[in-house]
């Protein structure tokens, strides 16, 4: 197999006939006749899985894995390269927000320039601009908080070579952020500016909160910056504190050494209780939260639970090595 193309459908019926009509001819002329597009069906409770059935029944290099229920956008990404047998292979949203020209300049720099990833940067969204700010916030704290270096503005849309697709599979994590793992693994990476246009069919799938959650994996998955900001955080304000008593306390028992012409004994100071107390219990609630966050993560890969369960598998697809996806129960369809 020359070329593999993973594509995520969650209740795509509207976006996928377009996506396939853009995408194949595309591919037959790029890729010559040996090319694969895997259809990651998302437990869709729409005719998501009839279309992709239709389709492989049209054309055979047109496959499916079907999931056993909505594992979320990324474990329908990794259950997609978990049987992708590509030397080339491709990522790319259902909803065409991912030109297929794009993936076209992509594929290219990979197969003809040399490069083991190239991935899309989007330049502009079509977006609300309360969305931009949060995406834009998003990549550069990312970009300045992650261990190794993480690209700005980049998605999931990419191409790869086998290497680097066997190096992200092998990675044994449960909770993976792809964009992440891909810069993670480095080899030779090159980027290409694209417009991300609106979606024109269909619907989003990514409500505020499915993003939030999604900024917090990569953030837990990739950062360590948090967690020591929180000890950080609690030794500024243990030393702060110290200070304050001890200045009080020589305020209290010599009342001529005020706090800016303040003396303590002259009032309760309840204001002042007040604003310390709440400072310091929010400031160990943030605390706290963050090593709620890095928990979670921590329970999740302790449990080693694959990201996904594949239910269906339509047409010739075969497994690849790597453990983060469970496939034994799949019926395959002829
Ligand atoms: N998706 C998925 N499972 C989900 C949510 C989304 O497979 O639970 C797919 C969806 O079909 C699409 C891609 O992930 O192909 C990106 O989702 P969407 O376009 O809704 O996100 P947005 O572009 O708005 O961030
Ligand atoms: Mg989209």
């Not at 790319?92 to 300049?105: F, S, T």
């Not at 969305?131 to 990549?139: A, I, N, R, V, W």
């Not at 955080?233 to 304050?244: A, P, T, V």
Request: include cysteine.
């Amino acid at each position: 197999m020359h070329f593999s193309l993973v594509v995520p459908c969650y209740n795509e019926e509207d976006a996928l006939p377009h996506l396939l009509d853009a995408v194949t001819p595309l591919l037959d002329r790029e890729a010559g006749a040996d090319w694969e597009i895997i259809l990651v069906n998302d437990a869709s409770s729409d005719r998501t899985l009839d279309l992709i059935m239709q389709a492989h029944t049209r054309d055979a290099r047109i496959r499916g894995v079907s999931l056993s229920r909505n594992f979320g956008h990324q474990p329908a990404v990794t259950c997609g390269l978990a049987f992708a047998s590509g030397e080339i292979v491709g990522i790319m949203d259902c909803d065409l927000q991912d030109a297929p020209e794009a993936l076209i300049a992509l594929y290219r720099r990979v197969r003809h320039d040399g490069y083991d990833v190239c991935f899309a940067v989007r330049r502009r969204r079509q977006s609300g601009w309360l969305m931009e700010l949060c995406y834009k916030t998003f990549y550069r704290l990312m970009h300045g908080l992650s261990e190794h270096p993480w690209p700005v503005d980049a998605g999931d849309f990419s191409v790869f070579n086998r290497r680097v697709h066997l190096a992200i599979l092998a990675l044994p994590e449960t909770v993976r952020v792809l964009r992440g793992l891909r810069s993670w693994v480095g080899f030779r990476q090159c980027e290409i500016p694209v417009d991300r246009p609106a979606r024109t069919h269909g619907k989003t799938k990514y409500s505020w909160l499915r993003l939030l959650a999604l900024a917090l994996t990569s953030l837990t998955g990739f950062s360590y910056v948090p967690l020591r900001l929180a000890s950080l955080l609690g030794l500024g304000m243990g030393c702060f504190s110290l200070l304050l008593g001890g200045l009080f306390l020589f305020n209290r028992l010599f009342p001529k050494f005020t706090i800016l012409s303040y003396w303590i004994g002259a009032n309760p100071g309840t204001t002042t209780v007040i604003l310390y107390v709440s400072i310091v219990s929010s400031m160990l609630f943030f605390c706290l939260g963050i090593m709620g966050e890095y928990l979670v993560v921590m329970l999740k890969e302790l449990k080693r639970r694959p990201a996904a369960v594949a239910q269906l598998i339509i047409g010739d697809l075969r497994p690849q090595p790597s453990q983060v996806v469970l496939s034994a129960p799949a019926s395959v369809q002829p």
